[in-house]
Antibody
Framework: QVQLVQSGTEVKKPGSSVKVSCKAS????????ITWVRQAPGQGLEWMGG????????DYAQKFQGRVTITTDESTSTAYMELSSLRSEDTAIYYC??????????WGQGTLVTVSS | EIVLTQSPGTLSLSPGERATLSCRAS???????LAWYQQKPGQAPRLLIY???SRATGIPDRFSGSGSGTDFTLTISRLEPEDFAVYYC?????????FGQGTKLEIK
């Protein structure tokens, strides 16, 4: 089972962008899909989108279309989620998850992104 | 977008009791694409059940899932102290792969 380790806490200004990384060990993304899910403070889980490296395809929730980009770097077994035009409502913990694309069983520890002026 | 509604919002039970959590979809979901996750405070979600009824690796057999179409159930046969957490259902049949709002299982 792949282990996922995410980058650290981010504090961003409204209108800026954030790029969160997710490094895999014990496996590679070439055999594993990557999904990103976020959780606002005290709220539930929200699926943002995912990537299936073997097919090179991405799928984003319409809510985030145009603002989110999910990529992977196979050479470093690292996935990235970049979210642009940040607003206060984007303050959340962002999780990467791997394994099965439809029901990921390996999750990163989460990255807190705070958007504040 | 498929909306998943979980009930109850909060379930108060004692260790040893049976827990029944419900997840209702706004349109039919293939059983292959219904999963349940457990989340404890400060932790990432943990996959419990996929394909509506298959336990993920390492999940105790007191957890079971059932259902089809628009109605799905997660059952915990005998609650252990470590089972008190928030539970989410998720459908991955139609993008976006939506989650329910969660059921909080608390100690009575």
């Amino acid at each position: 089972q792949v282990q996922l380790v995410q980058s650290g806490t981010e504090v961003k200004k409204p209108g800026s962008s954030v790029k969160v990384s997710c490094k895999a060990s014990g496996g590679t993304f070439s055999n594993s899909a990557i999904t990103w899910v976020r959780q606002a403070p005290g709220q539930g889980l929200e699926w943002m989108g995912g990537l299936i490296p073997i097919f090179g395809t991405t799928d984003y929730a319409q809510k985030f279309q145009g603002r989110v980009t999910i990529t992977t770097d196979e050479s470093t077994s690292t996935a990235y989620m970049e979210l642009s035009s940040l607003r206060s409502e984007d303050t959340a913990i962002y999780y990467c998850a791997g394994g099965s694309y439809r029901h990921p069983d390996s999750w990163g520890q989460g990255t807190l992104v705070t958007v504040s002026s | 977008e498929i909306v998943l509604t979980q009930s109850p919002g909060t379930l108060s039970l004692s260790p040893g009791e049976r827990a029944t959590l419900s997840c209702r979809a706004s349109q039919s979901v293939s059983s292959s694409y219904l999963a349940w996750y457990q989340q404890k405070p400060g932790q990432a979600p943990r996959l419990l059940i996929y394909g509506a009824s298959s336990r993920a690796t390492g999940i105790p057999d007191r957890f079971s899932g059932s259902g089809s179409g628009t109605d799905f159930t997660l059952t915990i046969s005998r609650l252990e102290p470590e089972d008190f957490a928030v539970y989410y259902c998720q459908q991955s049949g139609i993008s976006p792969y939506s989650f329910g709002q969660g059921t909080k299982l608390e100690i009575k």
